[in-house]
């Protein structure tokens, strides 16, 4: 795995599970509804920062944050948690008009396990300034910039969560500042994943599911996409974008399209229990590393089939893979 490098994923997220312990409810004086007790709190950075956690965790020398947060608590422990698995949290911009975007998942425990209640979740629905578009794109620029030659940035990658236009990092300018940015620094692999709008990056590397990249093709694509489909879907992005294109077709891998030729890399077996969430994160880290590492588009999917193949049987977390977990899932897989 790449050593000095430096990626800067550009969006943050938090997730916080609080639990409840029903044995200790009380009832609200004010209202007499149940006051639930919350006896445990775990929080990680999500989205983004579950790609940045699991960089850390393939061994990535330097990792910068690029992004909008609130000045609020959220805001705080989500810089803790980055800096604690070594991120250079100096790129991230702090706005008091701001939230710090978050996922409350309030857990109640019983008997046959954690129940998850009515998520809660804290967005921003304004949208981002002209003037904070030019902070954040400064921001990314200076890490470009030639003086940085002793210690070159590898890779950007782009992680696009929020569903409302305009309103978070990913604008329509920032896109278009990034496919600037990919044109005139070909040797920095760019990166995008976006949950509504990966359709809509150029010059760049994306990495739709098969359900996105019909999507981005055409809105009215309705029902499941078939793995031929999902091929034709990958090679017209692909021709459109002007760059490889990673199509993840669950437990059929990962289709790594150009605009004339597709390398299916199949998954690796699941067994016992599994939890997906986060799976495409370190699907995506897997992929920046070994691309960064020198590896062919089939050679990096394959690498990060490998990280999910680990990360999903880790449970109820949004799990890491080292480099000696996948050293490990490899060697089993081989004499199977």
């Not at 409302?164 to 604008?171: H, K, L, M, S």
Request: aromatic share 4%.
């Amino acid at each position: 795995m790449p050593g000095p490098d430096q990626i800067s994923p550009t969006q943050r997220w938090r997730q916080q599970w609080p639990h409840a312990d029903p044995s200790l409810d009380e009832p609200s004086i004010e209202t007499g509804l149940t006051a639930r007790q919350v006896v445990e709190i775990r929080k990680i950075p999500g989205a983004a920062g579950t790609v940045t956690n699991n960089l850390a965790a393939l061994g990535v020398g330097r990792i910068d944050a690029v992004g909008l947060i609130g000045e609020d608590g959220q805001g705080y422990e989500l810089m803790q948690g980055l800096s604690q698995t070594g991120v250079d949290v100096s790129g991230l911009i702090q706005l008091k008009d701001r939230f710090t975007p978050t996922y409350i998942k309030p857990m109640v425990r019983a008997a046959s396990g954690e129940v998850e209640l009515e998520r809660i979740d804290i967005k921003n629905r304004a949208v981002t300034s002209k003037e904070v578009e030019h902070q954040l794109a400064d921001a990314l620029w200076s890490r470009l910039h030639p003086n940085m030659a002793h210690d070159p940035v590898n890779a950007i990658i782009i992680a696009d969560q929020v569903s409302e236009r305009n309103c978070g990092v990913i604008t329509d300018h920032m896109q278009a500042v990034l496919g600037d940015m990919a044109t005139k620094q070909p040797q920095v692999t760019f990166f995008a994943d976006s949950r509504l709008r990966i359709g809509e990056f150029s010059s760049v590397i994306i990495k739709p599911n098969k359900f996105e990249a019909a999507n981005a093709i055409s809105n009215s694509h309705a029902g499941d996409v078939s793995l031929d489909q999902a091929m034709a879907f990958g090679r017209v992005l692909a021709a459109r974008n002007g760059k490889t294109v990673f199509v993840t077709v669950g437990e059929d891998g990962i289709l790594a399209c150009t605009p004339t030729t597709v390398s299916h890399v199949p998954t690796f077996p699941a067994e016992g229990p599994v939890d997906i969430v986060g799976a495409g994160d370190s699907t995506t880290a897997g992929i920046v590393c070994a691309l960064c590492a020198g590896a062919s588009p089939a050679e990096a999917a394959f690498i990060g089939n490998l990280c999910a193949a680990v990360t999903i049987h880790k449970l109820g977390t949004t799990g890491t893979a080292t480099p000696l977990e996948l050293r490990s899932k490899l060697a089993a897989h081989l004499t199977v």
